[in-house]
């Protein structure tokens, strides 16, 4: 049973425009979430993080949003650029232990 | 400033044979992980140490895996005999606090 999901494995945004991805978890222990960034024959990288205190936070174009209410997060990129096509992966861990579980991943294509 | 170094970057073996898997987390951190990549599950967590002891292993699948931490600086994951169903990207993190550090992964092909 997956406590991470990310329901869509792909989006397709055109340059400029908004990219939305979306993650829900299970676990209502989880109160700690992170994005990381992957691309093609690499490892994921850092991108973002909250808190289960805040509901939002900002980090130039990208903003994550937290609903605890809901057990959703989602990853805003405004404006989209095609550097930014990558797998994107949602994790979650409860800060008190160090399981970092993640989602399946979402592949983003910013299209020219 | 060096990051998680994974070695082989490549490995193609043949079924039956073993496989090690190494990693050398970034100095300093006293957390490491063991995640592989498929298609059909994304990361999956097999085991992380803290301090060198193996805290979970839950997520190993089988016998066949074997993963050893013998100091701070230095780790292995061992299939053995490895069978086909085991081809995936397997990535070693660190951590100190928070933010894990992924390495660039290790291709293993089993044929």
């Known amino acids: 049973d997956q406590q991470v999901k990310q329901n869509s494995p792909s989006l397709s945004v055109q340059e400029g425009r908004i990219s939305i991805l979306n993650c829900d978890y299970t676990n209502s222990m989880f109160d700690y979430f992170l994005w990381y960034k992957k691309y093609p024959a690499e490892g994921p990288t850092f991108l973002i993080s909250i808190s289960s205190i805040k509901d939002k936070n900002e980090d130039g174009r990208f903003t994550v949003f937290l609903n605890k209410s809901a057990k959703h997060l989602s990853l805003h990129i405004v404006p989209s650029q095609p550097g930014d096509s990558a797998v994107y992966f949602c994790a979650a861990t409860a800060r008190n232990g160090q399981n970092f579980v993640f989602g399946p991943g979402t592949r983003l294509s910013v299209l020219p | 400033d060096a990051g998680v170094i994974q070695s082989p970057r490549h490995e193609v073996t043949e079924m039956g044979q073993e496989v090690t898997l190494r990693c050398k987390p970034i100095s300093g951190h006293d957390y490491l992980f063991w995640y592989r990549q498929t298609m059909m599950r994304g990361l999956e967590l097999l085991i992380y140490?803290?301090?060198?002891?193996?805290?979970?292993d839950s997520g190993m699948p089988e016998d066949r895996f074997s993963a050893k931490m013998p100091n701070a600086s230095f780790s292995t994951l061992k299939i053995q005999p490895s069978e086909p169903r085991d081809s995936a990207v397997y990535f070693c993190?660190?951590?100190?606090?928070?933010?894990?550090?992924f390495g660039e992964g290790s291709r293993l092909t089993v044929l």
């Open positions: 993190a660190s951590s100190l606090s928070g933010e894990l550090f």
């Open positions: 140490f803290n301090n060198n002891v193996p805290i979970d």
